[in-house]
């Protein structure tokens, strides 16, 4: 079972993604920040992470960053509001761009994508 962290500010979205993707049969760790994401990439076997650009005063696109750095194989997966960010070099880091959506069949498609990539 693939391990999947779900970087976001929003209290309710934190909850939506452990409850949805729980039901798909992944394991679902969440972090509210940055720095509980780096703690949980430190502690934890993580398969893949999906991280939000703008947690609170912290950047998600920093946080890509140091997972690239350190991770190099981890697949990460941008899920944002914003549209705009795809157009900023460092977001392209990443191995995937989600604009979030009340819809999560993207989301749900690219985890099973790159999950499978790293298969």
């Known amino acids: 079972m693939a391990k999947i962290l779900f970087v976001d500010d929003e209290p309710a979205l934190r909850l939506l993604y452990h409850d949805e993707f729980s039901d798909e049969g992944y394991e679902v760790a969440t972090a509210a920040n940055c720095s509980e994401a ?56 990443a191995d995937a761009y989600i604009v979030k959506s ?10 099973s994508r790159q999950l499978a990539r790293q298969a």
Do not use: R, T
Request: contains cysteine; aromatic residues 6%.
């Open 102 to 111: 009340s819809d999560l069949s993207e989301l749900k498609q690219e985890i």
């Open 38 to 93: 780096a703690q949980h990439l430190e502690a934890h076997d993580i398969d893949l992470v999906v991280l939000d650009i703008q947690i609170k005063q912290e950047s998600g696109l920093e946080m890509l960053q140091k997972i690239v750095q350190e991770q190099k194989n981890l697949p990460v997966i941008l899920c944002s509001a914003y549209n705009c960010y795809k157009d900023d070099f460092s977001s392209w880091l």
